[in-house]
């Protein structure tokens, strides 16, 4: 009689499962943090770009208007009546769309029916790091957020009256030309969160922005403050887990870095290890002094 042989295929055992499991559970361990420094490398990339866009569409608005900067807040009666800092840069950032379809309604920010401005995303002035947007929109008044900022020493500090408008319009006592400190010694834009929960107060692209009219108390005077404080790094969010806690004051992100665009069209990250003179020397376009070994 033949014999058949049978053989047989043994299987893991419960101490070498538990072996690959824990070698598996390592490894993605190892994996995670290079996964979301590879996904923070890129939103800091994406970040840069956005700034470097705004740059870009700060030169070429001056190259459009007599070298003359975008202004915090213009009245233009015959077409779109009010006009925030961030909406005059629309059509060199390939929004015209949205630039033209406030025409005749008034402001910036509005539009016509089912089309208002105000709550319009536009993807160039949101970080993709910036932990604060809900789809783009502030969530307590619904209008569509920035991640940036503009300077407002830089864009804000010259208000004269307009006869021709019969409106103040709050702009640059500079050009393209002849910022004292030099383009590449000053500040343009700055990152800073797009909502402030604890306080109610967002940071909306199209929100007027003018020390005559809206948004004085909470743009005009805020922009002489936060120009001054250094930027907060990876700030806390909520203030029961104590300071330091994203404020609307100051400049913020979520990168390692703070993220500024200078006005040279340049952009460059400044660590939380920046003095508080350097600072205030890049933020002031025409106070003459050297910026400082820590920039």
């Known amino acids: 009689m033949s014999r058949i042989l049978v053989r047989l295929r043994r299987g893991f055992t419960l101490i070498e499962l538990l072996v690959v499991i824990a070698i598996i ?3 993605i361990g190892l994996l995670l943090p290079a996964v979301q420094k590879v996904r923070e490398a890129a939103a800091r990339m994406s970040c840069g770009n956005n700034l470097k866009q705004v740059g870009l569409a700060i030169q070429n608005y001056a190259s459009a208007n007599a070298s003359n900067m975008p202004f915090m807040l213009q009245y233009q009666p015959s077409t779109y009546g009010w006009g925030p800092f961030w909406y005059n840069l629309l059509p060199y950032i390939e929004q015209q ?8 309604y008034g402001s910036g920010w509005s539009g016509p029916n089912g089309q208002q401005n ?5 993807k160039t002035y949101l970080c993709p790091s910036d932990p604060t947007p809900s789809q783009g929109i502030s969530p307590n008044i619904s209008w569509a957020e920035a991640s940036y900022a503009p300077n407002y020493y830089m864009f804000g500090t010259s208000n004269p009256y307009d006869p021709s408008t019969g409106a103040y319009q709050n702009q640059s006592q500079y050009n393209i030309g002849n910022v004292p400190d030099g383009l590449s010694n000053t500040i343009g834009v700055m990152e800073r969160f797009g909502y402030f929960a604890i306080y109610g107060w967002n940071n909306s692209w199209c929100y007027p922005m003018s020390t005559s009219y809206w948004g004085y108390n909470s743009y005009g005077s805020a922009a002489q ?3 001054f404080y250094l930027p907060q790094i990876n700030p806390r969010l909520n203030t029961n887990l104590g300071w330091p806690y994203a404020h609307p004051y100051y400049p913020n992100t979520a990168h390692s870095t703070e993220q500024v665009l200078m006005m040279d069209g340049s952009v460059r990250g400044v660590s939380a290890a920046v003095s508080q003179t350097t600072w205030n020397n ?8 050297v910026i400082g070994p820590d920039w």
């Open 282 to 289: 890049v933020v002031q376009p025409a106070d003459g002094n």
């Open 225 to 227: 403050y936060w120009g």
């Open 25 to 27: 559970a390592i490894l």
């Open 118 to 122: 105000y709550n319009q995303v536009i």
């Open 97 to 104: 769309n949205v630039y033209q379809r406030a025409y005749y």
